[in-house]
Antibody, heavy 122, light 106 residues
Framework: QVQLVQSGAEVKKPGASMKVSCKASGYPFTGYYIHWVRQGPGQGLEWMGWINPNSGGTKYAQRFQDRVTMTRDTSINTAYMEVNSLRSDDTAIYYC???????????????WGQGTTVTVSS | DIQMTQSPSSLSASIGDRVTITCRASQSISSWLAWYQQKPGEAPKLLIYRASILQSGVPSRFSGSGSGTEFTLTISSLQPTDFATYYCQHFDSYSGFGQGTRLGIK
């Protein structure tokens, strides 16, 4: 079945980096954009950016431009998101999600990973 | 950056009620809007995309309308499984979510 499986929970110290993986299965990986979204404790959803798994092209939310890098490895159908210079307010659940329509980043996301909990604490 | 203003932030309703949630964009986003339902401890679930297209498998009591700057999500007859938080998301050159609407039982 179509699914996205994310890497496990992480605990990081302030100033460190984190890298979350998102492995796709059950559909043509390069045909669908992937977005990354986070949700702080008790907070709403926050959009971080997207990656085109076909070209590797990316678009990042302006507030994350200098700290986030999204990549992919098409040989293993996996997308990655790296966040640098972590702060305590980066503590959140991080989700990857696939766009419902092929070849566009601009429709909704119909398949979501299970979420990766990242805790930033000294 | 486009700002999405979602209202109300919370509401209480009864089984069988008709409920409407609104999202307003700070500038036109054509029909590039999606709606999600999220329950505690779960990932969001896509309900509507391109403002009015019902996602496969979503009950027909959910509907979306609007274009430009004003959009609505309507639940025609509330069911027990509908009590959750709802978010809108725009897809302009960037993307972003509304602040959410918590739908509780009256």
């Amino acid at each position: 079945q179509v699914q996205l499986v994310q890497s496990g929970a992480e605990v990081k110290k302030p100033g460190a980096s984190m890298k979350v993986s998102c492995k796709a299965s059950g559909y043509p990986f390069t045909g669908y954009y992937i977005h990354w979204v986070r949700q702080g404790p008790g907070q709403g959803l926050e959009w971080m950016g997207w990656i085109n798994p076909n070209s590797g092209g990316t678009k990042y939310a302006q507030r994350f431009q200098d700290r986030v890098t999204m990549t992919r490895d098409t040989s293993i159908n996996t997308a990655y998101m790296e966040v640098n210079s972590l702060r305590s307010d980066d503590t959140a659940i991080y989700y990857c999600a696939r766009v419902v329509e092929m070849t566009t980043p601009r429709a909704g996301m119909d398949v979501w990973g299970q979420g990766t909990t990242v805790t930033v604490s000294s | 950056d486009i700002q999405m203003t979602q209202s109300p932030s919370s509401l209480s309703a009864s089984i069988g009620d008709r409920v409407t949630i609104t999202c307003r964009a700070s500038q036109s986003i054509s029909s590039w809007l999606a709606w999600y339902q999220q329950k505690p401890g779960e990932a969001p679930k896509l309900l509507i995309y391109r403002a009015s297209i019902l996602q496969s498998g979503v009950p027909s009591r959910f509907s979306g309308s609007g274009s430009g700057t004003e959009f609505t999500l309507t639940i025609s007859s509330l069911q027990p499984t509908d009590f959750a938080t709802y978010y809108c998301q725009h897809f302009d050159s960037y993307s972003g979510f509304g602040q959410g609407t918590r739908l509780g039982i009256k």
